[in-house]
């Protein structure tokens, strides 16, 4: 049986200089509490799935991520405990072979199996060859199973992240919640579960991203609740360089603030998205009186043996 989830999670009022000198307030969403095993925004994700699959009787999952995957190792552990089977098609053909990382390690642990493809089929399975994943096609090779996309991030896993908005009270014209952006479904979420007033910013995590992030946010919006909403936007500037990239002055930034503030950052997500803010509110980016909420969307790799920067999974 799955554990229960901490809800709401914590709400934290966070007194920095940075932004008391730009005269804007900071609170941390502390949802990497929110589950020992299913963290972060892989939980508010993956909850309303993981009932759908129950509801309409599948007994498998089939996902995808890359070699270091925080999605791949939350499916494995929520299907597992639910009785389900679970697979993962794994970005990197070569990775059969090698010994397994951490990560890896962890989603087989929990009784995924896992399938590693060609970058070319990799992009074909997921949709990025064109058009949508097809899931006729993967069911017939892998076998019947309920489909998620690459990071979670659907209709369902949308809505669940709209329960975010609804753990803070009081939102209104002064608000801007915000929070990293890998594949949107988190973003999509948090803005759509939003008071009138109220605005969501997102920090891609991604290089190259513009235009398609928002595309895929819309899309979302649209699949979820049949309407676009025009209360967020994303910030592409503070990526470091891409994903899994965390840069010498990130590290640094990381560093200071977990000795500020005693809460330990995930780099590859949360990390940048402070930093942004941070950066930001010094540029004098917020108006004074804004008040900011940072989702923390997960937590920190274990880190046995080092991602290595060039092939990081989405959100």
């Not at 962890?106 to 590693?116: S, V």
Request: charged residues 25%.
């Amino acid at each position: 049986m799955l554990e229960p989830a901490l809800l709401p999670t914590p709400l934290v009022d966070c007194t920095d200089e940075v932004f008391a000198r730009a005269g804007v307030e900071l609170r941390l969403k502390r949802d990497d509490l929110l589950h020992p095993t299913v963290p972060g925004n892989k939980w508010r994700k993956l909850a309303p799935n993981l009932a759908a699959a129950v509801e309409r009787g599948h007994t498998r999952l089939l996902t995808f991520g890359g070699a270091y995957s925080t999605h791949l190792r939350a499916v494995a552990v929520a299907a597992g405990a639910l009785g389900l089977e679970s697979v993962g098609l794994v970005r990197g053909e070569e990775l059969a072979d090698r010994p397994r990382n951490w990560s890896l390690r962890a989603a087989e642990a929990a009784g995924m199996r896992l399938e590693f493809l060609t970058r070319a089929a990799y992009r074909e399975a997921t949709g990025r060859a064109g058009g949508e994943p097809g899931t006729e096609d993967l069911q017939r090779r892998w076998g019947p199973c309920l489909v998620l996309p690459e990071g979670g991030s659907n209709a369902l896993a949308a809505v669940g992240a709209a329960a975010i908005p609804a753990e803070l009270p009081d939102l209104g014209e002064r608000d801007l919640v915000c929070c990293p952006v890998g594949t949107g479904g988190t973003l999509a979420g948090v803005a759509a579960g939003l008071p009138p007033g109220a605005r969501a910013l997102g920090v891609a995590v991604l290089r190259g991203g513009e235009g398609y992030l928002e595309a895929e946010v819309s899309r979302l919006h649209r699949a979820a609740y049949g309407r676009e909403f025009g209360n967020w936007r994303i910030d592409h500037g503070h990526h470091g360089g891409g994903y899994g990239r965390v840069p010498a002055s990130l590290a640094a930034f990381a560093e200071l603030f977990e000795r500020r503030h005693g809460i330990p950052l995930e780099r590859r997500y949360v990390a940048k998205l402070l930093a942004a803010l941070a950066d930001l509110a010094g540029a004098g980016a917020f108006p004074p009186g804004t008040r900011l909420t940072a989702v923390v969307t997960g937590l920190p790799d274990p880190d046995p043996d080092p991602a290595p920067d060039q092939d990081q999974d989405q959100e």
